[in-house]
């Protein structure tokens, strides 16, 4: 089976840690065919299929040099066993177009995971408000007297923007609100963009979990991160 991977250049990935470089070594060990492209590379005309401008690529098992590629071709994603959706937020106009063109892939036949409908309507961050009985106090708004309001509620609180990830663009506010005006300014900017603020929880000293669900079943291990 050949299958696409649609991600970040690969220039970029940390493969010491990349979930996607461990799922292609993965399909390579399989015995499957390995074809990468950035959301940037997809295209749709009228009378067309969508199609991407992709490598083929194999890995070398090194850490340097870690793939060799055979160069570019375009090509009809219906034609892949199956594509990868694995773009890295943020969660931005260009990530929410690219779901349009997978999901007219899937129109024509294509087999698109996860769902582009699916990436949509379950941005990494908002998908908490679907159960709200297991998060923290939780706030999310553009409102920057809401935010005060809230720290003054909770005293020690994180606020983080909707479209990061790993820890980007992440802060603490203590008892004190020190620099809570300055950090309201840079993730808000003047209302413009929605902030999420919650309560700090001590208890994430201890890290978290990513827990795997497959066919309805916790897979019996999990990625367990803890921070800095």
Not at 35 to 58: E, F, H, K, L, Y
Not at 155 to 172: E, H, V
Not at 186 to 206: A, R
């Amino acid at each position: 089976m050949n299958i696409l991977f649609i991600a970040d250049p690969l220039e970029h990935f940390k493969i010491y840690k990349d979930t996607t470089f461990a799922m292609m070594r993965e399909t390579q060990r399989r015995g499957h065919a390995i074809s990468v492209c950035q959301p940037s590379q997809i295209a749709w005309q009228r009378g067309g299929r969508v199609t991407a401008r992709v490598q083929d690529i194999q890995l070398t098992g090194e850490s340097d040099t870690w793939f060799t590629s055979n160069g570019n071709r375009e090509v009809a994603l219906v034609e892949f066993g199956c594509v990868l959706m694995r773009k890295d937020p943020p969660f931005d106009s260009e990530y929410f177009y690219a779901t349009h063109l997978l999901e007219q892939a899937e129109r024509e036949g294509a087999r698109v995971f996860n769902k582009p409908r699916a990436l949509r309507d379950h941005p990494e961050k908002l998908a908490i408000m679907e159960f709200p009985e297991f998060i923290g106090p939780t706030l999310v708004t553009r409102d920057a007297e809401d935010i005060r309001r809230f720290h003054a509620e909770h005293q020690d609180i994180i606020l983080k923007p909707l479209d990061g990830m790993g820890g980007m663009g992440i802060f603490r506010v203590r008892e004190d609100a020190l620099n809570l005006g300055s950090i309201i300014e840079t993730l808000n900017k003047d209302g413009s963009q929605s902030v999420m603020v919650q309560k700090f929880l001590p208890e994430i000293v201890d890290g978290d979990k990513r827990v795997l669900i497959i066919g309805g079943k916790p897979v019996p291990y999990c990625l367990a991160r803890i921070p800095q």
